[in-house]
């Protein structure tokens, strides 16, 4: 018998008692704005959704057509539903509170609209990430503040990825499920539970186009696994780097691995090049539900109580011994320093 997700979110909601009535509706809206924007995707050059936009967001970064068409479905979907008191997004300066026209919710949605911008145009795996918090105060008017909480008070978080598949993957706090889109059906079909990554792995994805930049632990870790049989690892490595951190997450939950988006020396003053909010959190609770570990090198990601909304975070996660062969690699870094 397959199982829809609007089927594992009731009983998520009634037999489980995990999530309330209004989270399971958000998250059905949510899934319905990955399946209008994995439609956009497929559509590629025949749909107009190809190449640059033109404008650039508040990262300094050039936005694409389809960045902003994402970002437009996941706001157009969400506005009106009630369950929402605000949306933040990669493209976008500020907060988008719910407009005064819609009954006012309690949570807030974030995310990343379209995740991998540079694969937009070549045809590989892209995707859209996003994460649920609650208003910590329901009787005062939303504000960005109210965005501000650690990784560890999301009550829902996931990414769907629009590679030869549209997959949804998604945790409210109860293990990890997978979530095949049915084209004929319309819908979301469950296709894997309980999703959990192994300790161990020989695959790590970096961009190593900056191995020179980074700092001494991660060049460390990085050349150990180079030297493969030969090395004090005594095993050889492979490496993947897709390049949308969807894709690249997506392949460790099924088969393992570790991804690193580390600080580099070329901008000391900034953390990394992905975002806390959006990117690294999400990624980091789906990591933690299945098994694996993540950090950003000194602290536990989900444990950093946010400054800034656009803040940025280097990011190590996946297999759980890698990723704290990591660590301890910075701290033998910060202890001998
Ligand atoms: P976005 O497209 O949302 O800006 O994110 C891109 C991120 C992430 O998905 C990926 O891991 C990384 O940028 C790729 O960076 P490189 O260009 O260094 O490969
Ligand atoms: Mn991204
Ligand atoms: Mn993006």
Known sequence: MSVSLTRY????????????????LLLEVVARACKG???AVNKGALGGI?????????????????????????????????????MASEEMDSIHAVPNRYPQ???????????????IDVNVS???????????????????????QAGTQQVAAGYCVYGPQTT???????????????????????????????????EFAINMSNMRHWAAPVQRYVDECLQGKDGPRGKDFNMRWVASMVADVHRILTRG???LYPWDKREPGKAGKLRLMYEA?????????????????????????????????????GSRNEVERVVRYHQEAAAAA
Request: avoid cysteine.
């Open 9 to 24: 979110l009731v009983e998520q909601q009634r037999s489980k008692g995990h999530i309330p009535s209004e989270l399971r």
């Open 37 to 39: 924007i994995s439609h």
């Open 50 to 86: 190809l190449g640059s936009a033109g404008s650039a967001n508040i990262q300094g970064e050039v936005q694409k057509k389809l960045d902003i068409i994402a970002n437009d479905v996941l706001i157009e979907a969400n506005e009106w539903g009630g369950h929402l008191a605000a």
């Open 105 to 119: 919710g309690e949570y807030l949605l974030l995310f990343d609209p379209l995740d991998g911008s540079s694969n």
């Open 126 to 148: 892209i995707g859209t990430i996003f994460s649920v918090l609650k208003k910590a105060d329901a009787s005062t008017s939303v504000n960005e503040a109210d965005f501000l």
């Open 168 to 202: 949804l993957v998604l945790t409210v706090g109860d293990g990890v499920a997978m979530f095949t889109l049915d084209r004929e059906q319309g819908s979301f079909v469950l296709t894997q539970e309980d999703v959990q990554i192994p300790a161990d792995t020989q």
């Open 257 to 259: 691995g570790i991804f």
């Open 281 to 317: 959190n999400p990624m980091s609770w789906l990591i933690e539900q299945a098994g694996g570990a993540s950090s950003s090198g000194a602290d536990r990601i989900m444990d950093i109580a946010p400054a800034q909304l656009h803040q940025r975070v280097s990011v190590i996660l």
